[in-house]
């Protein structure tokens, strides 16, 4: 479904992204991993169309989208939820939903409220409620909700469980699981090595911009070498 392949991404004249190759299949979620300045947030902003990347390919679907604008590239299918959250704290919780709800690109399973309240009771209790009234874990529930009413068919997740509790990570990560389930293809970006090898099919390692360990992950938390040379655990 997700294809990049030998991407180079910049930051004015810092090369993070240094021929970064890897594939997401359809129905699959995918854990990206690494330390603080490895380059994960690049390469979700690269494939949203935030930072274009000046040489490689990126395709989804089949269609090459490295280059287009994100707004162009959300309409193809693919959702974003950010780093930090990012929702809109002088609107409501149901007005940060509504915003963002539009068709499904191919008339596929339509997510609108009705079905992002059930899979989040807490938002409908809190719908009249303005963004920065809510909890942390609140906020990250909403951040994944709006994602869902744009009815994207890939999900990209940057760090969704930062700053939160362990009941509420464990929340995350039963989301993401029924996410999958639903048929949603997904790329999570994690520091918390739990998490991601409890939701994903396959495990990623970033250094210095580049893949430098692939497997699964009952592989990489059999291997406390690799898990302390490129994470820190």
């Known amino acids: 479904m997700l294809e990049l ?20 299949p ?11 300045g ?16 000046r040489r490689g390919s990126i395709r989804f679907m089949e269609r090459e989208i490295a280059g287009l604008r994100p707004h162009k590239i959300a309409r193809l299918g693919v959702g974003l939820v950010p780093q930090g959250r990012r929702i809109f704290p002088s609107l409501t919780v149901e007005e940060n939903l509504i915003i963002t709800n539009r068709q ?11 079905k992002v309240y059930e899979l989040f009771p807490a938002l409908r209790e809190r719908a009249s409620n303005m963004g920065n009234e809510l909890s942390g874990g609140e906020q990250q529930m909403l951040a994944i909700a709006r994602a869902l009413m744009t009815n994207p068919r890939f999900l990209l997740m940057d760090e969704p469980s930062e700053g939160l509790a362990p009941v509420i990570i464990e929340r995350i990560g039963d989301v993401v699981l029924r996410l999958k389930e639903a048929g949603l293809s997904i790329l999570v970006v994690e520091q918390n090595v739990s998490l991601a090898c409890s939701v994903a099919d396959e495990i990623l390692i970033m250094n210095k911009g580049r893949i430098v360990w692939r497997g699964s992950p009952k592989e990489l938390l059999a291997d406390e070498p690799v898990q302390h040379k490129y994470l820190g655990v």
């Open 104 to 114: 499904s690109p191919d008339g596929a399973e339509n997510w609108d409220l009705t």
């Open 26 to 36: 359809e129905r699959k979620c995918v854990a990206l991993l690494g330390r603080n």
């Open 5 to 24: 392949e030998d991407v180079h991404t910049y930051y004015g004249t810092s090369h993070i992204l240094q021929g970064l190759s890897f594939s997401v």
């Open 38 to 53: 490895a380059g994960k947030t690049t390469a979700i902003h690269s494939i949203a169309g935030l930072t274009p990347p």
